[in-house]
């Protein structure tokens, strides 16, 4: 427990920190034992071609159900996974699932899957993936791994190798959150990659026609065109976005506006219709 004795300014916050370093502690102890107890779920959400708006595919999303708190996001424990290198066999327990999840669907719908920068500091990382499709039995040109900027700044050859080399297997790669992170121009233009996702972050303020928000979502949608790679907008939650984000070329759209995260059995279900958006809607 905290150290008695020390200066009335420091004691006055220890029984806060305390809780916080227990609550840390339990959240800690807690992850440790939720794979074995099967408590997580992947949850999946659609992404949708503006032209066409047909599905595409689907992105994985972990879900943690606590047995006494209930539904964890996982902006809460992915963190304390990565510190903890837990990650890694929960990672490893996404890959598989979500690619067994996906060998039950149409099989022109990819799956999307998020990696974190833990998960690239394994040597294990090309390996598993490897595994994972050939377990499966999915193609692998259906696999598309979801990476942010954090990701490839960190020790970028390692990250450059492992990329290089799932890209040479036919893995597609998309770099998630675009425009929140510092990569420079010059890296882009080296990093192998075949995705852009637009953060939602521009993509929720673009309401109002040529103001700062549409301009940007116009300009990032022009850089991925002109690079090759394919433009998604995250996050898309009313019609007035999605038509500015048709207008602007941009290719894919996913967010609650076209489907929430739904649950594989409601997929599997849909899984021998022609596969609309509205179809995966809740
Ligand atoms: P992300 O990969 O950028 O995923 C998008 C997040 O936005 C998801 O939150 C999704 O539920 C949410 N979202 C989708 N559409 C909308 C919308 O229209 N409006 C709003 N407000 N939100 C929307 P979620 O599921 O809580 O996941 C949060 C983050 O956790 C993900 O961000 C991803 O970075 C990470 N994550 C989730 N699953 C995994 C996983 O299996 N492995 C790893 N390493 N990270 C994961
Ligand atoms: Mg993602
Ligand atoms: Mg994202
Ligand atoms: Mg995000």
């Given at each position: 427990?905290?150290?008695?004795?020390?200066?009335?300014?420091?004691?006055?916050?220890?029984?806060?920190?305390?809780?916080?370093?227990?609550?840390?502690?339990?959240?800690?102890?807690?992850?440790?034992?939720?794979?074995?107890?099967?408590?997580?779920?992947?949850?999946?959400?659609?992404?949708?071609?503006?032209?066409?708006?047909?599905?595409?595919?689907?992105?994985a999303?972990?879900?943690?159900?606590?047995?006494?708190?209930?539904?964890?996001?996982?902006?809460?424990?992915?963190?304390?996974?990565?510190?903890?290198?837990?990650?890694?066999?929960?990672g490893e327990?996404v890959l598989r699932?979500a690619c067994?999840?996906a060998?039950?669907?149409?099989?022109?719908?990819k799956i999307a899957i998020n990696l974190s920068p833990?998960q690239f500091r394994s040597k294990e990382l090309v390996s598993t993936i490897v595994s994972a499709l050939a377990a499966s039995?999915i193609a692998s040109d259906r696999l598309e791994l979801e990476v942010t900027?954090?990701v490839i700044?960190?020790d970028s050859g390692t990250v450059f190798a492992a990329l290089s080399q799932l890209r040479e297997l036919g893995v597609r790669i998309a770099l998630d959150?675009?425009?929140?992170?510092?990569?420079?121009?010059?890296?882009?233009?080296k990093f192998p990659f075949d995705k852009?996702?637009?953060?939602?972050?521009?993509?929720?303020?673009?309401?109002?026609?040529?103001?700062?928000?549409?301009?940007?979502?116009?300009?990032?949608?022009?850089?991925?065109?002109?690079?090759?790679k394919?433009?998604?907008?995250?996050?898309?939650?009313?019609?007035?976005?999605?038509?500015?984000?048709?207008?602007?070329?941009?290719?894919?759209?996913?967010?609650?506006?076209?489907?929430?995260?739904?649950?594989?059995?409601?997929?599997?279900?849909?899984?021998?219709?022609?596969?609309?958006?509205?179809?995966?809607?809740?």
């Amino acid at each position: 427990s905290a150290k008695s004795g020390g200066r009335g300014a420091f004691r006055f916050f220890e029984p806060e920190l305390d809780r916080l370093l227990h609550a840390r502690r339990n959240l800690e102890r807690d992850l440790r034992k939720a794979l074995a107890r099967s408590e997580f779920e992947l949850h999946y959400q659609p992404f949708v071609n503006l032209k066409s708006g047909e599905t595409c595919g689907f992105e994985a999303l972990l879900r943690w159900h606590h047995p006494e708190r209930g539904l964890v996001s996982p902006g809460e424990f992915i963190p304390v996974a990565e510190e903890t290198g837990l990650i890694l066999p929960l990672g490893e327990w996404v890959l598989r699932t979500a690619c067994a999840e996906a060998a039950k669907w149409r099989s022109d719908l990819k799956i999307a899957i998020n990696l974190s920068p833990a998960q690239f500091r394994s040597k294990e990382l090309v390996s598993t993936i490897v595994s994972a499709l050939a377990a499966s039995g999915i193609a692998s040109d259906r696999l598309e791994l979801e990476v942010t900027e954090t990701v490839i700044m960190h020790d970028s050859g390692t990250v450059f190798a492992a990329l290089s080399q799932l890209r040479e297997l036919g893995v597609r790669i998309a770099l998630d959150d675009f425009g929140t992170g510092y990569s420079s121009l010059s890296f882009l233009q080296k990093f192998p990659f075949d995705k852009i996702k637009i953060d939602r972050s521009f993509v929720s303020e673009l309401s109002s026609p040529m103001e700062e928000p549409h301009r940007i979502a116009r300009a990032v949608v022009q850089f991925a065109t002109s690079l090759g790679k394919t433009s998604t907008a995250e996050g898309v939650e009313t019609a007035e976005q999605l038509d500015i984000l048709r207008q602007e070329g941009c290719v894919e759209a996913q967010g609650f506006h076209l489907s929430p995260p739904i649950r594989a059995s409601t997929i599997a279900r849909l899984a021998d219709r022609k596969a609309e958006a509205g179809e995966f809607a809740a």
